[in-house]
């Protein structure tokens, strides 16, 4: 059913300037297909990564008039103006990339706002580049050396072609591990970069795919309507952008399409059935209908399932979560921490602790609330940077290192609060877990190369596997945020293991879980152990910590008060006095 309805649209496409006569229609439908590029473009940003750009009527604007400039001022034919129109725009947003997005939020949209008021201004105060504001007249139609494009319905074509091509390279995009990083940050920045997600690469590489989208329609633009002006810069155009990309279904690949056709014909619509005065009102009429009835656009409204992968099979991935490892424990430290001292304002959450970890052994880091447990873990995976100390990988320095750089040296945490990604599936927020056992690149993604399909494919199994390995295959396609409490702690565990580590670092597992959930947890951990992996623990359930804990240190009031066996620990009077109580003495 779905083939025969692209099969309907795809013809539809193909033969609609045959069935509109009137030149007008037909440059409205021209204006839709360059408006859903930049509908497409501008949502791999705010749909995918979350971060709202204001300013892409600038890199529109860098296109048209690069297209316009090298047509005009140089004399380059068509075939060559439009690749280097989408290649400045994306060199500008390479540029505003780095920059803006050391920034998130509010922030961001300031910088990008900012970045088209400079741009707007530059094309109109530089007289001998851009002609001010009378603007470049004259641009040469486009023509290829096998073809003319001079008539609308030829020019149709074209741009249908590069819609067609921005929505493949789109597709291509989101379906890979770049458009699951993409998702991660959007969802959850702090647990992406746990499991190696680089936030500044990934959300720059966004940046200039967007970039360059939107420059791909400014050249288009330019030759399509033969004259570029400042006004091409106007906040407007970004608005409009914003207003297609919300209304059709942030975040979805159709949603920008269908507020693109709808927002760009509605107008004209309007203006055909009722005076101009009554125009905007029954624009804003509907656009406050469509945000009251359908706050997530109207595509995702329209979904009523979802194509699900199929289940693939599941074999055990515990025997492979630590290649090469020994699964006796060492006496040789894999993690030291020296003299780790952190302070939140006068206050000493950290005061000269020193401790390490042997590969092969779980290791519980025990004491009251406030001990200052979790704020170990912060400094230890790049979350906090301490006021003094060393933390060692090793022979290698990892005190100051990014989260991201922490997790690729193979250390990864879980969260005291429960961290998953939110609005993606169970087998998604695996499948991001998995981001370090992908290679691809953007080029071999945008080129679907085989090396790519064969890597999304074991990555899938890999997925399939972790989640039967913790219990939750049947949960594979329900949303993460639906789970029980329980179960979400459990996508977290799996999102950390796909991430294969050597050192894992769970912060409170077992807290909310039910009496069952905690034994299969207890279990999980032990053969995590005994496959080879190293543990550091955080747990306030003691029958939990003593029942598995090789070494189990003492935390109170920032510092190391006892270090040794379970039974030693239990027995320890400072340990007993400041933790443990009189239930030590049962």
Known sequence: MRALAASLGALALLTLPFWLANPYHQHVVIMAGIFTILALSLNLLLGYTGQLSLGHAGFFGIGAYTAALLALSWEWPFWLTLPSAALTAGLAGLGIGRLALKVRGAYFVLVTISFAGVISLVSINWMELTNGPLGLPGVPPAELPWLSLRTKRAYYYLVLLGAALTYLVCQRVVRSRLGRAFLALRENEALAESVGVDPTRTLVAAAVLSAAMAGLAGGLYAHYTRFVSPEVFLFSYTVTMVIMVVAGGKGTLAGPVVGAVLFTALPEALREAMAWQWQMLAYGVLLVLLVFFLPRGIVPALRIHRVRAPALPAPSFLGE???????????????????????????????????????????????????????????????LRPRRGRVSWGDVALTGRRPCEVARRGIVRTFQKTSVFPALTVRDNVLVGLHLRG????????????????????????????????????????????????????????????????????????????????????????????????????????????????????????????????????????????????????
């Open 439 to 586: 290679r691809a690149g953007v080029l071999p993604i945008l080129l679907a190369r085989r090396a790519v399909r064969e890597e999304e494919a074991r990555l899938a199994a890999e997925a399939e596997s972790i989640m039967a390995g913790v219990g939750l295959g049947h949960r594979r396609h329900e949303t993460a945020s639906a789970l029980p409490y329980g179960e979400q702690r459990l996508v977290e565990l799996a999102v950390a293991l796909a991430a294969q580590p050597r050192l894992l670092l769970l912060d409170e597992p077992g807290a909310g879980m039910t009496g069952g959930e905690k034994e299969r947890l207890i279990e999980l951990i032990r053969r995590l152990r005994d496959g080879g992996m190293t543990v550091l623990l955080v747990e306030h359930d003691m029958r939990l910590v003593m029942g598995i804990s090789d070494t189990v240190i003492v935390l109170n009031h920032g510092r190391v008060i006892a270090e040794g066996p379970p039974a030693a620990i239990q027995a320890h009077p400072d340990v007993i006095r400041a933790y443990l109580g009189a239930a030590a003495r049962a």
């Open 321 to 383: 979560v630590s290649e090469g490892a020994s699964t006796a424990p060492s006496e040789r430290k894999m993690l030291t921490i020296t003299d780790l001292s952190v302070a939140f304002g006068g206050v000493a959450a950290l005061a000269g602790v020193s401790f390490a970890v042997r590969p092969g052994t779980i290791t519980s880091l025990i004491g009251p609330n406030g001990a200052g447990k979790t704020t170990a873990f912060n400094a230890i995976t790049g979350y």
